[in-house]
């Protein structure tokens, strides 16, 4: 199971890697400046590649020299360094894992810090000249000053509270109207909630820029996009802008573990947007928008079918079906004739426990003389590592297909992989 792990973590991070880049590019060579349609794109795209791995579903089967393939299969490979590949790759997996833990370990802790904050806050009642309309229209909702927090912000979604910097009681009563508006579209839209998932994800995928590329270029548009509901409802770009420019001024580092939680959320970007959406029109956004979801679009779908994931590669039932017909060997097809064999390897740890028997595994032939599916029939080891070395070495073996009528066929076949010591 390590090397297929690592395989899968392999191909998505490739997958991942692909459709990041190019959506950054795309939406670098033309910009998509109207808020919703950039929350839009970013929210659909972030959602693809969060899907990523269930399309390996519908993917093909991936090629024995594809990258995802080779770490799936190098465990099996003959000769001294078998057992350092498989050291190597169980360490990957290790070091992934506690990546993973650590930064969702992390995240709680962040969680807990910003109860903090919402405990140390104090309750302050909004005068209507400061947007008391705005928090009415949300049940429950408390509004408090924190000395926690650099610029405002708005937590939980069953109990939402709005954190505002002390430095909002010496704005005036406009400036603090607006803030206080931005923040209750926010409770509206339950965006606390799609921070906390967001930011799990990027936990586990600690490793990969893409993942929070994705994430930051998300949370930018949806705050331009609050923005311009804003903006929409004060009347007054500039203004608005001014009051964002003057927490930009003092906005700093959001102490830790809650920074990635809360922190000044793309001021500047935000207010460069307001001018530029204002001089926008609608035929130019719509002609960006549907530039860039073409091309990520078809680059998506690409990505996932040229670098697919191995999938359960390792052992059990296999999730994909082919598309040609499955035959039994008799009745008019012939079997299928090995033309090229790799022999499995011991793992260290299964030499150490002196575990030596067969491996039975049922493996679909394809027409190609390739190996589709393999599933273990009769498990030997799957503790130390053989039955992955068996299956991993079985999808290097190549065949002179099966024939039926004179034409190739797919077939089941049964094959015994033996591990034994040698003194």
């Known amino acids: 199971m390590t090397a297929a792990f690592v395989a899968n973590v392999a191909a998505y991070s490739l997958q991942l890697g692909v459709v990041a880049a190019v959506a950054a590019g795309v939406t670098w060579a033309y910009p998509i400046r109207n808020p919703q349609r950039a929350h839009r794109f970013w929210q659909r795209l972030l959602v693809v590649a969060m899907a990523l791995p269930l399309m390996a579903l519908w993917s093909p089967d991936p090629t024995p020299d594809g990258p995802a393939m080779v770490i799936a299969s190098v465990a099996s490979s003959s000769g001294e360094t078998g057992p350092f590949v498989a050291k190597g790759l169980t360490l990957a997996a290790q070091v992934l894992a506690a990546g993973a833990v650590a930064r969702l370990a992390w995240l709680i802790v962040g969680m807990a810090a910003v109860r903090r904050y919402v405990r140390r806050a104090v309750p302050v009642d909004v005068a209507p000249t400061r947007g008391s309309a705005a928090t009415a229209s949300v049940p429950g909702l408390a509004v408090c000053l924190s000395a926690d927090v650099r610029s405002p912000v708005t937590v939980g979604v069953v109990r939402p509270v709005v954190l505002l910097p002390v430095s909002w009681t010496d704005l005036d009563d406009e400036s603090a109207r607006a803030i206080l508006l931005h923040e209750t579209l926010h409770v509206q839209r339950r965006d606390w909630l799609r921070v906390c998932v967001e930011e799990a994800w990027c936990a586990l995928l600690w490793f990969h820029p893409g993942a929070r590329l994705l994430v930051t270029r998300l949370d930018t548009a949806r705050e331009m996009l609050v923005d311009q509901h804003v903006v929409s409802a004060l009347g007054d ?187």
Do not use: C
């Open 237 to 423: 770009w500039r203004a608005y802008a001014r009051t964002l420019m003057a927490f930009s001024d003092t906005a700093g580092p959001t102490p830790h573990p809650a920074a990635s939680l809360i922190r000044p959320r793309h001021l500047q970007q935000r207010i460069q947007a307001l001018s530029q959406e204002a001089n926008m029109t609608r035929p130019e956004g719509r002609w960006t928008a549907g530039v860039a979801i073409a091309v990520v679009a078809a680059v998506t779908a690409g990505t996932v079918w040229a670098m697919p994931m191995p999938g359960g590669a390792s052992a059990g039932p296999s999730v994909r079906t082919s598309q040609d017909p499955v035959f039994d060997i008799g009745n008019g097809v012939s079997s299928p004739r090995l033309t090229h064999e790799v022999k499995p390897v011991y793992t260290q740890a299964a030499r150490d426990a002196k575990i030596q028997g067969q491996v039975w595994l049922s493996v679909v032939v394809k027409k190609d003389g390739t190996v589709g599916d393999v599933q273990v029939r009769q498990s030997l080891d799957t503790e130390f590592g053989l039955d992955d070395a068996a299956v991993a070495a079985m999808r290097q073996w190549r065949f002179e297909p099966a024939r039926r009528d004179g034409e190739p066929v797919a077939v089941r076949v049964t094959v015994e992989m033996s591990f034994t010591l040698k003194d």
